[in-house]
């Protein structure tokens, strides 16, 4: 009887890097991703900010719980001077929503946000929280009131505290940008332009015509006014010095 040795090869060197060349398709669709060392980081907030619920799996989400270690982390590292914001959101969650926005308000590093495709709803928080807010020109805000949920038992008391978080929303985004208190909730409660509901849609420069957004910009605007921002904190910190 003859005997056959199987011997198993360990991977060898070109074989890692086959794979790591690899990698970057299967993820991306793409043979190189570009990679450089910056001073800025990129948070994106895509699809639906998800909160307490988690959400079905063909949802495209944002966990609020992923999103605020990133944003500790962002505090302390030294090497990150700046945070820029990418939204495309359709809102979701709004304990969550607002959690990500007094967590991006109380930054001590430069922000700016950057609304591209939508940033409704509890998005609209979201957006005006950084330092300085753009809008892409063809971008939407959904401005409306905050709706019910299946969890929600019908007594007085649930629907005095629903109010008083929609008043947090409306005092966090009329803190944090230009637009009047009278002036949010005309568009929040405007009747006849959402079908079948209450609210406004914003489009692009509309929303900063109505003090809500600081300015219309794409992201080599959005950058450029971050690296400004970062800029001008160095020249008053070594003032102070």
Do not use: W
């Amino acid at each position: 009887m003859v005997e056959q040795n199987f011997e198993t090869q360990s991977p060898t060197k070109d074989d890692h890097e086959k794979s790591k060349a690899i990698e970057p398709i299967k993820e991306l669709g793409e043979t190189e991703v570009p990679s450089t060392k910056s001073n800025i980081h990129c948070l994106t907030i895509v699809g639906q900010v998800e909160g307490h619920m988690i959400l079905p799996p063909q949802n495209k989400t944002t966990k609020y719980e992923h999103i605020i270690p990133q944003l500790v982390a962002l505090e302390q590292n030294k090497d990150i001077e700046g945070v820029l914001i990418v939204l495309n959101t359709v809102g979701g969650d709004v304990e969550a929503g607002l959690a990500i926005a007094e967590m991006i308000v109380s930054l001590s590093k430069p922000t700016v946000s950057l609304v591209l495709g939508g940033g409704h709803s509890i998005g609209v928080p979201i957006a005006v929280s950084a330092d300085h807010a753009m809008i892409a020109s063809t971008a939407t805000m959904t401005i409306h009131p905050i709706r019910l949920t299946g969890l929600v038992i019908g007594v007085p008391a649930t629907f005095e505290y629903l109010e008083k978080m929609q008043d947090r929303v409306i005092a966090f985004v009329t803190a944090n940008s230009s637009i009047s208190s009278e002036k949010f909730k005309e568009l929040m409660f405007r009747t006849g332009e959402l079908t079948r509901d209450i609210g406004t849609v914003v489009v692009g420069k509309e929303a900063v015509d109505n003090g809500l957004i600081d300015s219309v910009g794409g992201i080599s605007e959005a950058v450029k006014k971050l690296e400004s921002l970062i800029e001008e904190g160095k020249k008053n910190g070594a003032m102070i010095q």
